[in-house]
C-alpha cells in the first residue's frame, strides 16, 4: 500500500506532463529543426522565396522558423495570407524595429516602415488621400506620356542600325525621370543626374543588406566592424541633404509665389507647362498641406523626406523591375507579344502613339502584366510584419512580438490555386476575376490590408503605357546568336534580372 502510494502520484504526473506536452504540440506551429544560435538562418540560402516555399512543401503553409533568436511565422497560402491581411489586420499591421531601417529612414518614420499607431496613421493617410488617390494619379497623366514619347524617340535613334537596346537600362531610367517629376518637380540629368543615381542605387542595395545583429544581437559587432553601419550613415547624410536642397528650393519658390500655392492646395495640375515649373508635384502638396494644416495635425519636415523618400524608393525599383521582367516574359513568348500588339493596332488604329485613354481598352495588356506579376512579383518575400498580441491562428497558438514573412511568391506559385503555375499563361486573366490590388489573396505584390502599398494604380500607370508602347511601335527580338534568356535572378530589395536585358528593335511597318 505504501509503495502505491509513492508510484500513483508519480504516474500522475507523468500523465499530466504528457498530456500538457502533446496540448503543447497540438497548438504549436510545425517548424524544421535548428542549430543553436543561428536557428533557420543557414537554411535560407541566396534565394530565400525558393528555399521557404521548399520548406513549406514539408511544414505546411504556415510554420515557425527561427532566424536566430527571432520566431518567424512564415505563411505560404492564400488562406493563410487572407487571416494576416485581413481577419486579423490590426494585429499583425505593426513593422519589426530595425536597425539600418532606423539609420536610413530617419529612425524608421516612413509610411514603409514605421510602427502602427497615430503617428503611421496620418502618415498614411497623406499618401492615401492627398498623393495616391485616382484624381492625384490622374493629374501626372501628361508627364508620363511625355516622358514615354521621349523612351521612344531615343529607342528610334538607335533601331535603323540595329544598335542593340538595353532595355534594362531603359526601364529604370524612365522610371526615375518620371517619379522625380512627379515628387521633386524636376529630372536629374547630366553630372547631378549620375550622381543621384549612383546615390539611389547604394541606398536601395543597402536597404536590402542581410544584416547578422538583427538576428543574433550579440554578433552586431560583426556588421559594425564591416563598415555596413558606416556606410548606411554616410549614404543617409548625403541622402538628406539632397531632400533638403529639394524641399528649401521649394519653400523658397512659395516664398516668391505665395498666393499660387495657398490657392492650389485642392488644385490638381497636369499640364506640361506647371510640371516644367514644378508647380503641384508632391513636395509642393506636401508643404501646401504643412502651411495649411489641412490635415487637422502637424506635419513635420522630416515627415515631409519620408514621403518623398517612400515614393520614389518604394515606386522606382520595383515598377522597372516589373517592367523588365514582363519584357522578358514577351520576349520568350512570341505569341503572347503578337496578340498585344494585334490588340493595339485594333484599338489605335493607325495612330502611332498609345494613350492613356487607349489603354482602358487594352484588356489582354492588363492580362499580361497581372501574370508577369504573378511569375516575378518584385518583393517575394512582402515586407516582414509582427504581431502585436497573443493570438490563435487556424488553432495555432501565435505569440505576441512574432514577426511574420508572407512568401507571395510561393502563393502565386501554388498550383492549388493555379493551373500550371510554371507557365506565362495571360489568358488565365481574361476573366477578370483576379487582380493585384489586394482583394484577391492568391496574388498579392502589393501586399494587401491596412499594410498593403498605396501607390498600386501610380505603378500601374506607369508599366501600362510604357509596355503598350513598345509593343506598338516597335518588333522586338533577340539579339542575333541569343536563343534563350537567361533567366537568373538576383535577390536584394527586389528580385531582379542579374544579368540585363538585351534585344533589337525595329519600327513596325
Known sequence: MQTLLIILPIFSIIFLLIKWYSTSRKDSLPSPPKFPIIGNLHQLGLYPHRTLQSL?????????????????????????????????????????????????VYGSKDV???????????????????????KRVQSFRTVREEETQIMMEEIKHCSPSSVPINLSQLFSMITNDILCRVTFGRKYGGESGREFKELFMEFTELLGSFVIGEFVPWLDWLTSVSGLYTRANRVAARFDKF?????????????????????????VGSSSESDAQGHNDFVDVLLSLQRTNATGFP?????????????????????????????????????????????????????TFITEDDLVHMHYLKAVVN?????????????RRESTQDIKLQDYKIASGTQV?????????????????EEFVPERFMNGYIDVKGNDFEL????????????????????????ANLLHQFEWALPEGVENLDMSETFGLTIYRKVPLIALASPKK
Open 371 to 383: 501574370e508577369a506579376f504573378r511569375l516575378h512579383p518584385p518583393i517575394p518575400l512582402l515586407v
Open 444 to 467: 498579392i505584390p502589393f501586399g494587401a490590408g491596412r499594410r498593403g502599398c498605396p501607390g498600386t494604380m501610380f505603378a500601374m500607370a506607369i508599366i501600362e503605357i510604357v509596355l
Open 56 to 104: 513549406a512543401k514539408r511544414y505546411g503553409p504556415l510554420m515557425l522558423i527561427h532566424l536566430g533568436r527571432m520566431p518567424v511565422l512564415v505563411v505560404s497560402s492564400a488562406e493563410g495570407a487572407r487571416e494576416i491581411m485581413k481577419t486579423h489586420d490590426h494585429v499583425f499591421a505593426s513593422r519589426p524595429q530595425r536597425k539600418l531601417f532606423d539609420i536610413l
Open 243 to 267: 531632400l533638403e536642397e529639394v524641399v528649401d528650393y521649394h519653400v523658397n519658390r512659395y516664398q516668391d509665389d505665395d498666393d499660387h500655392v495657398t490657392s492650389n492646395v485642392d488644385h
Open 299 to 351: 506635419i513635420h519636415r522630416t515627415a515631409i523626406k519620408c514621403l518623398m523618400l517612400d515614393v520614389f524608393v518604394a515606386g522606382a525599383d520595383t515598377t522597372s523591375t516589373i517592367l523588365e521582367w514582363t519584357m522578358t516574359e514577351l520576349l520568350r513568348h512570341p505569341r503572347v507579344m503578337k496578340k498585344v500588339q494585334d490588340e493595339a493596332k485594333k484599338v489605335v488604329g493607325n495612330r
Open 405 to 421: 514573412i508572407v512568401n507571395a511568391w510561393a502563393i502565386a506559385m501554388d498550383s492549388k490555386y493555379w493551373d500550371q503555375p
Open 112 to 134: 514603409s516602415t514605421a510602427p502602427y499607431g497615430e503617428y503611421w496613421r496620418q502618415l498614411r493617410s497623406i499618401c492615401v488621400l492627398h498623393l495616391l488617390s485616382v
